[in-house]
């Protein structure tokens, strides 16, 4: 699990569960569908995030992602 914290100014702010913080850029762009690339650089146990994801749903509290190179990828965003 991560706790992650995007900031408007298109940064991002990632927490694992061992309390290791690492800070990574964001992007989105849309055409016919939204999607979020997240990077982030120099720790291992983050890399997994770093990938371009489809927003596949949504909700007022939570935002499911999928992989858009391997669709049996996904991620869901959760509002703390």
Do not use: H
Not at 1 to 9: E, P, R, V
Not at 44 to 67: C, G, H, P, R
């Amino acid at each position: 699990d991560f706790t992650i914290d995007f900031a408007n100014n298109l940064s991002i702010t990632a927490v694992n569960l061992v309390n290791t913080t690492v800070n990574g850029t964001y992007a989105v762009s849309s055409e016919l569908d939204v999607f979020l690339k997240l990077n982030f650089s120099g720790n291992a146990s983050f890399t997994l995030l770093n990938n371009s994801w489809k927003v596949t749903s949504f909700t007022a509290s939570t935002i499911t992602l999928q992989s858009s190179t391997n669709a049996a990828v996904t991620l869901v965003l959760k509002q703390i």
